[in-house]
Structure formats: C-alpha cells, structure tokens
C-alpha cells in the first residue's frame, strides 16, 4: 500500500499518539494537519485493591505498537512515509525498572491511585512540613524571588508522583536495593515507550511530562533534591530530562519494519494546549475529558500560586521554555461514565438533549468526588435534593451543570490569581462535543469559547510538535493557519439566571466535604 508512481518522492505524513487514562489514540495526520487515518484502544486500568489503580506495561506496550500500525494501515501509507513520530502521554503516570534487565519492579502506578492517601494525609499535617513553610516564607519575603513561593505552601497529593514513588520504596524491597545500587530506573509513560521503543538504548523524558510529577523543579528546570531528600527518594533513578520538540532517536526497525523518526514526547494537557496554538501569554486551554484541566499560557514567567492552581512548564523547544498555570478537578468524564454504567443514559449524546427537555434540575445537585480531591480527599460523590419528581432527566442535567459550575470556580480563581490578560478561551476533550456544558460555562464566565473541528488536541499537539523538530512543518505561525474551529460559544444568559442554582450547589459541595 501506499505505492507512489515511480520517480515520484513519497508523500510524507506525521503520526500523533495519544496515551490517555481512557484511551489510546493514534492519528496520521498530513501537511494541511487533516487526519488520513486513525486508531483507538480502550486503556485497561487494573483496580488490585479498594482505591489502588494501575497499568500493565505489557498490555500498554502492545497496544501502543498496536495503534500506530492500524492507523498507518488505515490510511492507506507504509511506515517509511513517516516523518515523524510525537507521543502525548498522561502525566503522573510512572513505572520502575532494573537498570541492567529492564524488568519492572512493579505495573504503573496511575496518576488516579490512592495508595499513598496515609502517607500524603501524614506528611501534610505533619511539624516538618509546617518548619518547611516557615523557612521558605522567610526566603520569599527576604529575597522576593518567586522561587520560593512554591515550597512555602508546599502541600502534597495523591495525584502527584512525590508519596506514590516514596511508597514504593518503602514496600518494594527490590526497587530499594535496586535502587541503592544505582541499578533502578524511574520513567513516567512517555519515558517507559521510549525506552521500550529504541530497545533500551534511550532513556530520557522531556520538560513538559517532568514538570507534572510534582518532583521536578520548575523555576531551576531539575529534579528537586531538596524534596527527594525530605521523602528518602534517590536522586540516582531519574532520567535525563530533553526539549520536548526533539529529536530522540528512531524506534528499532524490528517494531515497525523501518526505523520510524521519535520527534516529540509531550504531557497531554501541555500537548492539547499547544495543540490549540495558544502560544501567546494569555490564551486559555479548557480541556474537558476524564478529568478537566484549565491552562493558562504566562510566557517566560512561572506563576506560583495557591489555591488550586500550579506552575507547569508547557513545553521547552530550542532555548524557548513557555510556562503554564494549571488549575483542574479531577472526574467530570468519570463521573459521565459511571453515570452511562448504571443506565441513566444510553448514548453520551442523548445527555445535551436530555438536559435541554426540562428547564432545570428541579433542585437536584450532583457533587462530583469520584476521586480524590487535591483540597479535601474525603469530598463525598453525592446528588442532593432528590424528590419523588425526579427523573434520569434531571439527574442527567445535574451532572453536566455539576461541570459548568467547577468550570465557573476554578476560571474565578485563575482571573484572581494569574495577573495576565486572559485571551481566547479553547476547549477540547470529549465532553467539549457536549453544546450544553459549552454554553453554561460561557455564559457562567462571560467569555466566548471556541472549540476546534478535531476535538483530539493531545495527539494532534504531539503531531505538531514532531512536525516541528522533523521539518514537516517551519514554524507555529504556519500550524497556527492549519487550526479549523467548529463552534464558537457566546454567552446568552445572564450569570444572575444562574445564581439561585449554582448557591445551591455551592451549599451542596459543602455538605459533602471531609464525609
């Protein structure tokens, strides 16, 4: 296949990975970024004990190999018409492995688990910590370098990387003495692939996936010995950390049948973001899909604040590192999902309608705790205000103003915090695709949101960026001309209307924290 008439230079084409927490897509993408095949696996999360939630390396090694052959298949191309490989990987995400056999010491242990719950609960309420604070406070207010900002509020999570890895080392007597021996390897999804991909001969990851394990330090762009130190973590098992535009080597011929160029390794948020060509200080990513990540692009400049938001490094091309400030909740697709489970829905399509067929939920709320919440781990999952009038309708309905409404508080925060001109707001994700959600949130926060015509912005941003490093493309003012928007969403409603529904839902979220 993919035969071209003799003399004539083969078409060359980008493939975009996406390695999500749902979902595994792969996307070929061609000079005008149009997609010309596509393939999807669902990720298979395994749930050992009650809140533990992991990934067999294996399974997800196959299916990576997987996707991108039926993609390439799908579009009618062979492998050697591939200019460049970019991977977009969950982030947080993280395995451990001997050195020397490449053999893990255990599955991955999902950004989602909850293991380390005790210990994260220990840490934070613990003295050293608070000395910690204090000393870093005295820093900040001395120096006033914003460097110090960080650790002077420094709490940890469950969804950090930080407690899962001292968990591991302190119940995983392999990785220990493994570790001890400068024979332990760390690696989040991305790093794992390319290992696995170039048959162990690179072991690296990039800025953007290294930034979101909560052990690497933003402002001096190192893994940070201060905390290694502080949780009894070696700093000997971390890999070297490279731009994300880049080239890092080719996948062994033996895997796709020719050495297939890796030109970008990307963390999903930071990968949607740049596929949505927000460049510029100021422009908003939303991404709505398991969970929901609002970014904020502050340019040269790492905001560090509290309350809900952190400092990311977007992606570092060249000697151009663009900063990011995260804020996000953590199971609006989950809490879709389950709601699918139990038959409140069929198809997630009916929901838009299902919501729009009354005029509002009658006074039912849905709390969404799913998962653990990075400010109160024990905020309950929970509707209130059912009535012996309420239909799946409204239960439907109370779910997605559920989202609306986290997507109204955390974008107050950002205007609060971030003291930077918000520009575009751009949504993607797959609960993007739902015109309900989309015209809440912009008539909650009063701006327009656009939403682009390929809702899979992670792959499409790895693919930009392996564009980029491969020459397939020349710069982000010419990916900038390839964006396609679908939609465009302007407020309707005054927030007024919405003020007697979202107090009771706010009254709501109350009742259901430290359940």
Known sequence: CGQ????????????????GSTVLKCHVYDRAAAVRGSSCRKVESLYPRPGWVELD??????????????????????????????????????????????????????????????????????LLLKVVHVIFTVLH??????????????????????????????????????????????????????????????????????SATGVFEPFMKCWNPTLCNLLSIPMSIYPPVKDTSFNFGSADSEIFGVPV?????????????????????????LTMGTGCFWNVNTGEHLFASRRGLYPLIGWKIGEEVVYLTEGCMSDIGTAIKWAQDINLFTNVDETEKMARSIVDSQGVCFVPGFQVSVNDPYLCASFMGL?????????VR???????????????????????????IRADGGVSNNSFV???????????????????????????????????????????????????????KDLEEYKPAMDIWLQAMKRSLHW
């Open 398 to 424: 109370a779910i997605l103003e559920s989202v609306a409404f986290r997507n109204k508080q955390l974008y107050d925060i950002i205007v609060k915090k971030v003291r930077i001109p918000l520009q575009t």
């Open 4 to 19: 071209q008439e003799s003399g004539a230079a083969p078409a060359r084409y980008v493939v975009g990975v996406d390695v």
């Open 438 to 492: 989309m015209q809440m949130t912009s008539d909650l926060i009063n701006k327009k949101i656009e939403k682009p015509a390929n809702a899979d912005m992670s792959s499409l941003g790895a693919a930009f960026l392996a564009g980029l490093a491969s020459g397939f493309w020349t710069d982000k003012e010419q990916l900038k001309k390839l964006r396609r928007i679908e939609a465009v969403f302007e407020p309707q």
């Open 141 to 210: 207010f001395l120096t006033g370098n914003d460097r110090y900002l960080a650790p002077s509020f420094l709490t940890f999570s469950t969804q950090q990387t930080s407690m899962k890895l001292s968990w591991v080392f302190k119940n995983i007597r392999e990785a220990e003495e493994a570790a001890k021996k400068n024979n332990c390897c760390f690696g989040t999804v991305d790093t794992w692939l390319l290992y696995r991909l170039t048959k162990g001969s690179v072991y690296a990851t990039d800025y953007s996936n290294a």
């Open 387 to 395: 009535k012996p009038s309420t239909t799946r309708n409204h239960l």
């Open 57 to 126: 390396p294996e399974v997800l090694w196959s299916q990576f190999v997987g996707v991108v052959k039926e993609a390439v298949q799908a579009a009618g191309l062979h492998m050697r018409q591939i200019a460049g490989l970019g991977i977009s990987t969950q982030r947080a995400t993280f395995i451990t492995w001997h050195k020397r056999t490449g053999k893990p010491f255990h599955n991955f242990i999902s950004w989602q688990d909850l293991r380390s719950i005790e210990l994260v609960n220990s840490w934070n309420k613990s």
């Open 261 to 285: 160029p890796i030109m970008a390794v990307v963390a999903d948020q930071q990968s949607a973001m740049f596929g949505e060509c927000c460049f510029h200080p100021g422009d908003v990513k």
